[in-house]
C-alpha cells in the first residue's frame, strides 16, 4: 500500500462545522429541524419530519444542502493569493480552516 503524504490545506469552514436549521413544513404549521453534521458521511443531513424518517431525504434538506459550501483546495476553483493568506473561500465567500489532509 503507498503511503500517503500528509499536507495542510483549506476548506470552506462551513462543510466542516454542525449546522442546524429550522424549517417551516409546506402548510406552515409545523416547525422541522435540519441538522448537517460533516462526520457521519453515512447520512450527513438528517430532518425530524416523518418523510426522512420514511425516505432518508425530504424537502427540507433540499431546501438546506445549499447552504453548506464543501469546497477545498482539491477542487478546480482555486483561492487567490488574497483569499488563500485571509482565508476565504473563493467559492461562497465564507472562511475557510485548515485541516491536515493525506495526499
Not at 22 to 43: A, I, L, Q
Not at 71 to 88: C, P, V
Amino acid at each position: 500500500m503507498p503511503e500517503l503524504d500528509i499536507i495542510p490545506m483549506q476548506y470552506c469552514k462551513s462543510g466542516h462545522e454542525f449546522q442546524s436549521w429550522k424549517v417551516k413544513s409546506s402548510n406552515g404549521t409545523k416547525m422541522y429541524e435540519v441538522c448537517y453534521r460533516p462526520y457521519k458521511p453515512d447520512v450527513p443531513f438528517t430532518c425530524t419530519c416523518i418523510g426522512f424518517r420514511v425516505r432518508k431525504d425530504c424537502k427540507h434538506i433540499k431546501e438546506k444542502w445549499h447552504e453548506v459550501c464543501f469546497w477545498s483546495e482539491l477542487h478546480f476553483k482555486q483561492q487567490t493569493d488574497e483569499q488563500a493568506e485571509q482565508m476565504i473561500c473563493p467559492e461562497c465567500g465564507g472562511p475557510t480552516i485548515w485541516i491536515r489532509t493525506g495526499v
